[in-house]
T-cell receptor, first 111, second 114 residues
Framework: QKEVEQNSGPLSVPEGAIASLNCTYS??????FFWYRQYSGKSPELIMF????GDKEDGRFTAQLNKASQYVSLLIRDSQPSDSATYLC???????????FGSGTKLNVKP | DGGITQSPKYLFRKEGQNVTLSCEQN?????MYWYRQDPGQGLRLIYY???????QKGDIAEGYSVSREKKESFPLTVTSAQKNPTAFYLC?????????????FGSGTQLSVL
């Protein structure tokens, strides 16, 4: 079983719609949760982080965490073609010197 | 500007050759990491270092070596023992063991085999 699981996609949404990206993790002791955006051929860029159950909003992005279900999600409102990228979910485990990454979900936003 | 600098951007390795990837950071971060990314896959941890002169193996350390002689620098050597080295290599750093520790990445090195 992988530490962090994501649907590889691609997820296609029309411009202006809400994109919903999901991630599950296996380590119940995980403390911190992150979403990175990665454009093709580029390095990952941190866009959201969340530590507590519930929602965290930053501009068009909302991260949602449910530790009981071991589930974290990212919502992108008013999706733009520039949001087209691969989104990596990362979890910092109980053994806090390691960050575990999912394989990423490719998002396509169609004009 | 503060950041993480990786060089070169592209690197080619001949069979039997060792190559070294450079990673330098001026963020005053304690911890540094090396990840490997294969197409369509997530990041896999090669090595990490918490302090100078100390480092630990990650999940896929075989065929790689590192050193941490300075806080700012964490070079990665891909040895001839690594039989499938073609991948995108990412260096990252963070403030070690902070409760709000976040990982920041350099721009990456694409390594290919000639």
């Amino acid at each position: 079983q992988k530490e962090v699981e994501q649907n590889s996609g691609p997820l296609s949404v029309p411009e202006g719609a809400i994109a919903s990206l999901n991630c599950t993790y296996s380590d119940r002791g995980s403390q911190s949760f992150f979403w990175y955006r990665q454009y093709s051929g580029k390095s990952p860029e941190l866009i959201m982080f969340i530590y507590s159950n519930g929602d965290k909003e930053d501009g068009r992005f909302t991260a949602q965490l449910n530790k009981a279900s071991q589930y974290v999600s990212l919502l992108i409102r008013d999706s733009q073609p520039s949001d087209s990228a691969t989104y990596l979910c990362a979890v910092k485990g109980y053994n806090f010197n390691k960050f575990y990454f999912g394989s990423g979900t490719k998002l396509n936003v169609k004009p | 500007d503060g950041g993480i600098t990786q060089s070169p951007k592209y690197l080619f390795r001949k069979e039997g050759q060792n190559v070294t990837l450079s990673c330098e950071q001026n963020l005053n971060h304690d911890a540094m990491y090396w990840y490997r990314q294969d197409p369509g896959q997530g990041l896999r941890l090669i090595y990490y270092s918490q302090i100078v002169n100390d480092f630990q193996k990650g999940d896929i350390a075989e065929g790689y070596s590192v050193s941490r002689e300075k806080k700012e620098s964490f070079p990665l050597t891909v040895t001839s023992a690594q039989k499938n080295p073609t991948a995108f290599y990412l260096c990252a750093s963070s403030i070690w063991a902070a409760t709000n520790e976040k990982l920041f990445f350099g721009s990456g090195t694409q390594l290919s085999v000639l």
